[in-house]
């Protein structure tokens, strides 16, 4: 792209032959870096290239039991950091507005005191219009749970403005993000450093990075290298010929946070055989839609069916068959584990408590899964700490695999991951599909080149289905506004580079 800021200042912060051992494996081997006022640096590679490591170093945080050497300064103060998982930097027991307040109040301490409570109020509100969030009492009221993964992770880059950064570190902002909402997350860290704030862009989204960077920095095993990963798709599609018999049916779905409206008389329908694409923009309702189907989330009203038979609405209700019949691949991969356990343990352990397969042929057939994943027993042998986002979410995968379940419902499984290993995290779904192993496949994605790959989409926007149909169909000729706007901000990406 052609820069649009200026360039020629002296750095806010700057790596230098940065090297950090684990366990005598070195994450990072003489990483160079250097973050300058009003210029965006991309630092993109495969997961577990160490991205997210050299992010945190510009923080001081270091995985534990970590040897660190070289050396990181950052003379002109303040860095903040928006997390891949917003979620786990929000404080759940708290409410946005009490979050972000909090912030404002310490940022007009030296205000008179009479002023302080209204220009404190009068901040949040002009971080909230700068994350495009809308500043009413209703969001302002509610608990980080209660939000979409896109507006957490606003909610998060809010509180960043609040403190007044110097620099960003940005962790794979437009993760989980529809088209709309990434574009305007492209724009606001584009006006962020149009504000002469560095930023650093963590991310594996090639289109994004084109849109964004003044400079590219590729990491591969821990070490900086002049070329990034091809992005070279593969296009088969994911479902088979599609069989008769409808496997799952969703009628008159109605469900709600707290007393806010989430869903609206949702029904679908799920063939045998078929992958249904669920799009549309951030808090329209898919991972709720996605969570009732497994049982996670309460609903008020309406039934789910699983080949005609009614499932109970929670999780608790429903029989081990129930359980294995559909399983929920988590958008959040990280709180999806627990930490004080090896993952591979974790993963085996779903096909001895669900199918009851003996202990060691479990971890048989998780090796190999996990191993067809690109996850190989030394690291799938660690706890979920010692893994990145992306090997967490290949891992959620293999564990909901190995319960052999009838539907797969997958959240954003694919959002962290650079597109070789998307590549193969689709190739893997559409194998299980076509062969039968699982019966109908639901990805809940912002992607919509990977919602092309589905044999149907249904756009879902304000708590309601606005349109459904073939594939092809939906993305070519879209019937509804919502749909057009997603495609044409897909789109938009091509052209901003």
Request: proline letters at 6%.
């Amino acid at each position: 792209m052609t820069p649009l800021r200026t360039a020629a200042r002296e750095p806010v912060a700057v790596i230098e032959g940065l090297r950090v051992e684990v366990a005598g494996r070195a994450v990072l081997d003489g990483v160079d870096l250097s973050l300058r006022p009003g210029r965006i640096t991309a630092l993109t590679g495969g997961s577990g290239s160490g991205k997210t490591t050299t992010g945190l170093a510009l923080l001081g945080e270091y995985p534990p039991g970590a040897r660190v050497t070289g050396s990181v300064r950052a003379p002109e103060g303040l860095i903040g950091y928006v997390p891949q998982h917003p979620a786990a930097a929000l404080n759940p027991a708290r409410r946005i507005g009490a979050l972000l307040l909090d912030i404002a109040r310490d940022r007009v301490r030296h205000l008179p005191r009479p002023g302080r409570r209204a220009a404190a109020r009068e901040r949040v509100l002009d971080a909230l219009a700068r994350v495009r969030l809308p500043a009413d009492g209703r969001l302002l009221r509610r608990y980080p749970h209660q939000l979409s993964g896109g507006q957490q992770q606003r909610v998060v880059l809010a509180q960043v403005l609040l403190l007044g950064a110097r620099a960003v570190v940005a962790d794979e902002p437009t993760t989980g993000q529809d088209p709309l909402t990434k574009r305007g997350v492209v724009d606001l860290l584009a006006a962020v450093a149009r504000q002469g704030i560095a930023v650093l862009l963590l991310s594996h989204d090639a289109d994004v990075v084109r849109a964004l960077a003044d400079e590219v920095v590729v990491l591969r095993e821990g070490r900086v290298r002049d070329t990034g990963p091809a992005d070279a798709r593969d296009r088969a599609p994911l479902g088979g010929a599609g069989r008769d018999g409808v496997v799952l049916d969703v009628r008159s779905l109605v469900a709600r946070h707290g007393r806010a409206p989430v869903l609206d008389r949702v029904s679908l329908a799920v063939h045998t055989g078929e992958c249904l694409a669920v799009v549309g923009r951030s808090g329209s309702g898919k991972t709720t839609l996605a969570r009732c189907l497994a049982g996670l989330h309460p609903r008020q009203d309406g039934d789910v069916l699983l080949d005609g038979e009614p499932l109970p609405a929670g999780l608790r209700d429903r029989s081990r068959s129930q359980l294995a019949a559909v399983q929920y691949v988590f958008q959040d991969a990280k709180a999806a584990f627990d930490a004080y356990r090896p993952v591979l343990d974790q993963v085996a352990r779903t096909a001895v408590r669900l199918r009851g397969a003996d202990p060691a042929g479990a971890r048989r057939e998780a090796l190999a899964l996990l191993g067809a994943l690109g996850l190989p027993e030394t690291e799938a042998a660690r706890p979920p700490a010692r893994l990145s986002g992306g090997e967490l979410q290949r891992a959620a995968l293999a564990r909901a695999v190995l319960a052999r379940p009838r539907v797969l419902v997958c959240d954003e499984i694919t959002s962290g991951l650079d597109p070789l290993s998307r590549d193969a995290v689709l190739g893997l779904l559409g194998g299980l599909l076509r062969s039968g192993h699982t019966d109908a496949l639901v990805l809940i994605t912002h992607d919509l080149a990977t919602a092309a790959r589905a044999d149907r989409i249904a756009v879902m926007d304000d708590g309601r289905i606005v349109e459904a149909g073939a594939a092809g169909r939906v993305l070519g000729t879209p019937e509804h506004p919502c749909t057009g706007e997603l495609v044409a901000a897909e789109r938009s990406f091509g052209a901003a580079g």
